[in-house]
């Protein structure tokens, strides 16, 4: 079965760091880009980070610039995405998804496989 799992999430207090991770089993991530996305309850889904196959490419909403850092690590089949300074307005539901071919990155249907999600909640 193909499937992406998140992990990671939490309750963090603001300015705090979580280090979420999406792991794939059933295949290799070796072919696909990889998005970040965030759903925050009564809003859409919206793109947080973004990187390419090869890990030299990597794009980020102008919401998150220098506080997340997304990396990725073939060999352990798995894509980080470092998130520190947190606010509250990053509180939301953190999705990862996986794409063979991605045109335009903040598009959810250039995705092909979708992770369940993890909570992530920055309160004090």
């Known amino acids: 079965q193909l499937q992406l799992v998140e992990s990671g999430g939490g309750l963090v207090q603001p300015g705090g760091s979580l280090r979420l991770s999406c792991a794939a089993s059933?295949?290799?991530?070796?072919?696909?880009?990889i998005g970040w996305f965030r759903q925050a309850p009564g809003k859409e889904r919206e793109g947080v980070s973004y990187?390419?196959?090869?890990?030299?490419?990597?794009n980020y909403a102008d919401s998150v610039k220098g506080r997340f850092t997304i990396s990725r690590d073939n060999a352990k089949n798995t894509v980080y995405l470092q998130m520190n300074s947190l606010k509250p307005e990053d509180t939301a539901v953190y999705y990862c998804?996986?794409?063979?071919?991605?045109?335009?990155?903040?598009?959810?249907?250039?995705?092909?496989?979708w992770g369940q999600g993890t909570q992530v909640t920055v309160s004090s």
């Open positions: 998804a996986a794409s063979a071919l991605v045109r335009s990155w903040l598009d959810v249907d250039e995705y092909d496989y």
């Open positions: 059933g295949f290799t991530l070796d072919y696909y880009a």
């Open positions: 990187i390419s196959v090869s890990g030299g490419s990597t």
